[in-house]
């Protein structure tokens, strides 16, 4: 028998899903714990030039598959005691908890960082110039792959890495440092989730106010583009269908947030985030997320809407 649910009725978190796609909380997590993690972290890794292999490396033994975190290498796996400042806040907690049920698990955490523009090889700028999503783990050396590194990427969902999974669970983003304009931040389409899971890349023309966004299947939605800046310590959850992306980094620094992805525990019914689901205009799951990579998982499409935003 499933555990018994808290009622999620009235938490702002549930409203702001069904309303918009996603919830910021107020005042964060403990801005001085993120900056001593952010310090950890930087004295055991120099975000510098030296991440990259050589254009002649790469292409003696290109690999587009197998290059992110996982288990056994994933940055994270050293900090489980400091992360307790995200992951026991009260205030996440609760949050969570009213979408996905007390008893929510944590699919996958890591570092993700967005890399400056000054570090990356003018090769690499060339030959990944107008990809959708531009994740260089690919390019970065192996002892290094226990990060995500992005160049940019193109308004998303993150439905787009779980084909055939429904979207029972949610996207947790911390800033670990001060993300103003220049730094990468992440740019969020407001109502995007309405459409439910859609193709990527996804079908959106820039309007004066946002942006016009197709699903492929007759229905569209007028969307806000939300630019997500704040102190060390900001902190902000998305629903899987919800459309969001970065530029490449203009900035001199290297921009380091946590992502969860947190999920309602296998088996369970109930909480918040089927009240949302109940509310979109389209499927919550797809048997195929995008359709550009080739068999390798080499962009095969040049496209890329967020440099637009």
Known sequence: MSAPQREPAGHPAVGDFIAHGYHVFDGGVDAGAAGELLA??????????????SEAEFDADPRYV????????????????????????????????????????????????GVP??????????????????????Y?????????????????????DYKDREADFITLYIYLHDVGAHDAPLFLLEDSHRLGGTLFPHDLTRTADGWTYRDGRGGQVETR???????????????????HGTQPDAADNER??????????????????????????????????????????????????????
């Open 117 to 138: 523009a000054s570090i990356v090889p003018d090769w690499l700028k060339a030959r990944i110039h107008g990809n959708p999503v531009n994740n260089l783990g690919a």
């Open 256 to 309: 380091l947030s946590l992502r969860y992805l947190i999920a309602r525990k296998p088996g369970r019914q109930g909480g918040g985030i089927d009240v949302v689901n109940a509310a979109l205009n389209g499927p919550l799951s797809l048997d195929a997320t995008r359709k550009d990579l080739d068999a390798r998982g080499a962009a095969v499409i040049k496209a890329n809407s967020v440099n637009k935003a």
């Open 40 to 53: 950890r972290i930087r004295a055991l890794r120099t975000f510098d030039a030296d991440l990259f292999l």
């Open 140 to 160: 970065v050396k192996a002892p290094y792959r226990d990060i995500t590194y992005f160049y940019g990427i193109d308004f998303h969902q993150d439905l787009i």
């Open 225 to 243: 583009q939300h630019l997500l800046t704040g102190p060390a310590g900001y902190a902000a959850m998305w629903h899987a269908c919800t459309l």
């Open 66 to 113: 197998g290059v992110n975190p996982a288990p056994g290498r994933n940055l994270l796996e050293r900090f489980e005691d400091d992360l307790a400042f995200v992951e026991k806040d009260p205030a996440i907690v609760a949050a969570v908890s009213s979408l996905l049920g007390d008893d929510y698990e944590i699919l996958l955490k890591k570092l993700v960082c």
